[in-house]
């Protein structure tokens, strides 16, 4: 159940006393100074550049990938300041696409980027195609998440995947050396057997699969959580793909996940996995959507995903709001629960993955930042208080987690998960231009019709 709620973004505990975690309060200041009139859209653009920076001067200098942290602080207590994160780093790739569609980065200069960061991944270690949650950003060889976890990662390879497909169709129209990127991309996707990940043709996709241990990690990707995207993937596969029965008996459990349940007055739809009365962390309406757009999307049991998705976030506001625990600080310009670093009891750094019924008083920023797209006036109110907290601000933006409970506690640092979907569901929410991609890529429209679903909006009937 713990690995549930966690999902993928759960990671060790970093036990680092918060006092030895601080920059400068005058670093501080002078890097979250906004006019007091800055409009919506300059502040929307100041937040998403300053979210490039952790994939574009802060990324692992080999692979040119998102590290799985970045600690201004320089105190990486498990010395993996060279390990990249690979569901990470697909959020990057989008987060470098908005940089260039928004005139922050040169296309050329993203184009060389992205090139060496797709011959990394081309000569990495892969498992039956898929990688591995970690990677050695030096070496390209396998990283083990847990002991039994060091093969492939098929979650964290979706997400990395949904990247390299919105690269692709970005660039496949363009001159020699677009072109060739995205003939990398396309050459990436093709090879991930995903089929495979069904141990030997069972109706329901595995997350793991090791060359050492096997299917001895044995987690079933069933729904309701992150993972609905694995399965659009793994049914629109040129190569190595799934059938509609797989996504109707594994994701859906046969139907058996939806609920009539309601929370302050809103559907929840779905049972959420282990969170069934205020739903999971707020990731989960996040990861699956920087390219699947919910925006009256359909299918045979849920009638609209944006609705779905909404509701989940408008909970977990309301919840912040309402603030049964009474957390100082909490409501309608500081909310939003999700996984990220934390504050241990002894006021040391950790991990949780936070949500209603796993709350301790911590704010994470992404969190409301990522639900522009279902709550934007909300969201923007958030954006807006945090600017005005420069203790909250550092190098690449609003630190990834803080709690005015704690005396404005915070940690330095950021996690390429969080900071990763930022900028690209911002964008969504502006622009569309990630759904754009992603939706109109041929396969993805074939693997949408294979399991029934509908979108007017992309012609998918």
Known sequence: MKRIILSIAATSLLMISCKNSQVSKQESTQRSVVKSNITDEQLMDKVQKDALKYFWDYAEPNSMLGRERYHEDNIYPDNDKHVITTGGSGFGLATILVGVERGFISRKDAVKRLTTAMDFLAKADRHKGAWSHWINGETGKT????????????????????????????????????????????????????????????????????????????FPLEGYNECLITYILAASSPTYSIDAETYEKGWTRNGTYLSDKEKYGLPMYVKHNGAEEYGGPLFWTQYSYIGLDPTNLSDKLIKNYFDLNKNQVLIDYKYCVENPKHWKGYGPNYWGLTAGYSRN?????????????????????????????????????????MYSKPEFIGSAGPYDATSIHYNNWTTPRYLAIDQGTIAPMIENYRTGFLWKLFMNAPEIQKGLKKLDFKSEKYNIK
């Open 143 to 218: 990283v083990p998440f847990g002991k039994k976890d060091n093969g492939g990662d098929l979650v964290e390879t979706a997400f990395l995947t949904t990247g390299i497909l919105q690269v692709r169709e970005y660039f496949k129209n363009g001159n020699a050396e677009e072109k060739a990127l995205a003939k990398k991309c396309d050459e990436l996707w093709k090879g991930i057997q995903w089929n495979w990940y069904t141990k030997g043709g069972e109706k329901v996709l595995y997350w793991h699969w090791s060359p050492e241990y096997q299917w001895e990690m044995n």
């Open 345 to 385: 009891k002894d006021g040391s750094v950790g991990y949780d993955a936070h949500f209603p019924q796993n709350d301790h008083g911590v704010i994470t920023s992404t969190a409301a930042l990522s639900s522009f797209p279902y709550t934007p006036k909300e969201s923007m109110d958030f954006l807006r208080f």
